[in-house]
C-alpha cells in the first residue's frame, strides 16, 4: 500500500500545510526557516512526514514534504533529499512521546527574543495567566507551566542527546525553546500541537510586554 493512497495521511497533509501557509502570514517562518513534522498513520506509524530543508514557507506544497524513518534517514524513494536540518529533535520527542502525533516549530521574534533573555534562566516557569490553560496538565491559571530553554547548536547529535536526557526526567513536556532560535511544541494532534504553539507566543509576548512595563 502507498501510503499517499491512505487518506488519514492525506488529511494530516493537508492539516499541517494550512497551518504552515498560516504560521507564515503571521511572521513566524521568516526566509526558509522553521520545520513540521506528523507521525504517519497505521500501518507507517514508525515513520514520520516532516518538511524538507531549505523550502520558502510561502510557497510551500505537499510537495515539500517527505519521508523518513524513525531515524531520521530518508525513506528509499527519497534517497538524495535533505530533510529539515533538525529531523533529529522531531525524532527524539516521537521516541519518547508515542502519543505525539504533530511537532511544529517556528521562528516567531517574540519566541526567539524570548529565549535570548531568559537563556540563563535555562527553564521558565509561567503562571497566572488564563491561557495556560490551553497547555497540556493545565486546568486553573494558578498552575505553573514550565518551558526548558536548551542552548542553540549545529551539533544535532548532541543536541537530541540533551533534550532526550531532559525529557526522560520530565515526561510531561510538550515544548522547549532554543536559545535565539524559536519554539518547539507537540501534540496528540495537529489542532493540539497549533495550540500550544499559539498558546505559548501569546504568553511569551504577555511576560515581555509586563517585563517592559516594569522595567
Known sequence: ???????????NAQELLAIIALFHQRGWSPATSTNYSFRNPQPFHHTYTISKSGIDKSRFTIKDLMLIDEFGKPLPSYQGIRPS??????TVVYDNSPETRAILHTHSPVSTI????????KVVKITGFEVLKALKN????EQTFEL???ANSQDMPALSEEIDQYYAKNPDMSAFLLVGHGIYAWGNS????????EA????????????LYKN
Open 114 to 121: 524570548f529565549s535570548m533573555i531568559y537563556k540563563d534562566e
Open 1 to 11: 500500500m502507498n501510503i499517499f493512497d491512505n487518506l488519514e495521511h492525506h488529511a
Open 85 to 90: 536540518a533538525e529531523t533529529l529533535l522531531h
Open 148 to 150: 526548558p530553554i536548551f
Open 138 to 141: 493545565i486546568t486553573t491559571h
Open 200 to 211: 505559548l507566543d501569546f504568553l511569551m509576548d504577555c511576560m515581555l510586554k509586563l517585563r
Open 190 to 197: 495537529m489542532t493540539e500541537a497549533k495550540r500550544y504553539v
